[in-house]
């Protein structure tokens, strides 16, 4: 005698839209949302975002947000960013694991101890650092204001600047001051090859090399223009060349197409074959997660109370500087 078993139940995935386009948007209606992008994200990703920006840019648009959810498309210090900000609303990552790899070789410990080896110092960091930096700093800076935030400050006023070394280096040459560097680095702008870069160069004679100024000395001696991500943007769209090679994260030609079609935009090569030039951590996010991450309301963005009010005072003297 044989016994027909019952089939086990099968719980079907929940069935993707068809257009994720238009069920974010549904989304972002239901939520009262707002989406906030950097310029390194994925081409569709800055599509659908109601702001576009650098670090500088997007912690402005988070001050000024009126919605109730903030939807962050960029990385871990980013999201935190508009946190520390807007403690009330409900701040949303697509990807916990959208770290970065500057912000990481900053651990708060080891940042704490060197604090306290140059106790008369005044600590600027670069926002691109973790909360736990941001409480133990005086000043938060971006590419975009660091050299104005750093001619603001005395002169006989020692500084510690924080976390990348050649952004650091980069305002020191530029404002005259010297300072104590934390020895921290983007790994995207520590890639690119100066051999690959003269090539280039010599290829498309024309052309104009901008870099941002978190890439290395001996990339930034080859440099036309030098500036932060939206620097880099208005200089190309107020440039009469018709070339430009792009020495940053390669995300930002998107919006330097759509707002000079016309002109042409050479990535610069890293220094193997990969898409080293693309921050992996940045291109975790995806239309998909976003989808995921509006509808179920997670993973969200949390910060201790402590630190959120520490890292809050720096980041409104920065605001107040710029």
């Known amino acids: 005698m044989f016994l027909t078993l019952p089939k086990p139940e099968t719980h079907a995935a929940p069935a993707k839209p068809l257009d994720?386009?238009?069920?974010?948007?549904?989304?972002?209606?239901?939520?009262?949302?707002?989406?906030?992008?950097?310029?390194?994200?994925?081409?569709?990703?800055?599509?659908?975002?109601?702001?576009?920006?650098?670090?500088?840019?997007?912690?402005?648009?988070?001050?000024?947000?009126?919605?109730?959810?903030?939807?962050?498309?960029?990385?871990?210090?980013?999201?935190?960013?508009?946190?520390?900000?807007?403690?009330?609303?409900?701040?949303?990552?697509?990807?916990?694991d959208a770290g970065c790899s500057l912000a990481d070789s900053c651990p708060p410990d080891r940042f704490a101890a060197f604090k306290a080896a140059h106790p008369d110092h005044l600590v600027i960091s670069y926002i691109n650092c973790s909360a736990a930096i941001k409480a133990l700093s005086d000043i938060i800076c971006t590419s975009a204001n660091a050299v104005k935030i750093v001619n603001q400050i005395p002169k006989e006023q020692p500084i510690i600047f924080a976390p990348d070394r050649n952004l650091g280096r980069y305002v020191s040459q530029q404002t005259g001051r010297e300072m104590v560097l934390w020895d921290g680095a983007c790994m995207v702008h520590e890639i690119f090859s100066e051999r690959k870069l003269v090539d280039l160069k010599v290829q498309y004679p024309s052309a104009e090399i901008i870099a941002h100024p978190e890439c290395e000395e001996n990339i930034l001696r080859h440099a036309d223009f030098i500036g932060s991500t939206t620097g880099l943007l208005k200089y190309v769209q107020r440039s009469d060349r018709q070339a430009f090679i792009v020495v940053?994260?390669?995300?930002?030609?998107?919006?330097?197409?759509?707002?000079?079609?016309?002109?042409?935009?050479?990535?610069?090569?890293?220094?193997?074959?990969?898409?080293?030039?693309?921050?992996?951590?940045?291109?975790?996010?995806?239309?998909?997660?976003?989808?995921?991450?509006?509808?179920?309301?997670?993973?969200?963005?949390?910060?201790?109370?402590?630190?959120?009010?520490?890292?809050?005072?720096?980041?409104?003297?920065?605001?107040?500087?710029?």
């Open 20 to 96: 994720l386009f238009q069920a974010i948007a549904d989304l972002k209606q239901e939520l009262n949302a707002v989406i906030l992008a950097h310029y390194y994200q994925d081409p569709d990703l800055q599509d659908i975002a109601d702001y576009i920006g650098d670090s500088l840019g997007l912690s402005q648009a988070a001050v000024n947000c009126q919605a109730d959810v903030i939807v962050f498309l960029g990385v871990h210090f980013m999201a935190e960013t508009a946190k520390i900000l807007n403690p009330q609303k409900l701040v949303l990552l697509p990807d916990l």
């Open 248 to 322: 940053t994260e390669s995300g930002v030609i998107h919006q330097m197409q759509k707002a000079t079609p016309t002109k042409k935009f050479i990535p610069a090569p890293p220094t193997s074959n990969c898409a080293c030039n693309e921050c992996p951590y940045m291109r975790l996010n995806t239309l998909e997660k976003v989808y995921l991450t509006m509808k179920n309301r997670t993973p969200e963005i949390t910060l201790d109370e402590s630190i959120r009010q520490a890292a809050l005072k720096p980041m409104q003297r920065m605001l107040e500087m710029s």
